[in-house]
């Protein structure tokens, strides 16, 4: 097994070896080229972020600039939107489901390193995968950790740091993040906080 074989493994790994280096280099050159695309290249922006991502569903938008290490270890579903500098470490694989929302500032790591500093220092390294649901909403500047999984149906407020799992149907917040409640069907008339709606909601 190469060291591209345990990375994409979960097992410890080096990142200098094995051709990872020029996958790095090829998907830096890409970022680079989407990150200065002209705000009405709206085609070109479709092509390149299709060429990054190891898979894209429909409508999905990601706002520049975005950076991540290797593009092809991510997937998104349908109607995703990153905002301003999401940052994907995709050592590890990234799932994401469909209509999920990130807000700005918003970083999965999935790359990590041991704590013993002699282990560190040896060059290992490793990843491994984040897991997000369908109907996910990640509030700005939120970073999530290695290995965790976010289920469906869940907001998970701002300035977050996720290093557990969260379960499906839930409020999540603080550092580390924690649920503080379900969501319920009383939700459904509220926009913000206890502010109703003053029109017709059609949920598709």
Known sequence: MNHKERMLAGLPYKAWLDGLPEERMKNKKKIYEYNRCHPDESEKIERLIRDILGRAGVGVHIKAPFYCDYGKNIEVGDYFYANYNCVI????KVIIGNNVKFGPNVSL???????????RNSGYEYGIGITIGDNVWIGGSVVVNPGVRIGNNVVVGSGSVVTKDIPDNVVAVGNPCKVIREITEEDRKYYYKN???DVDVICK
Not at 89 to 92: K, N
Not at 109 to 119: E, L, M, R, V
């Open 109 to 119: 790591y999935t790359a990590g390193h041991p704590i013993h500093p002699d282990s």
């Open 89 to 92: 470490l995709d050592v590890g």
């Open 195 to 197: 502010h109703e709606f």
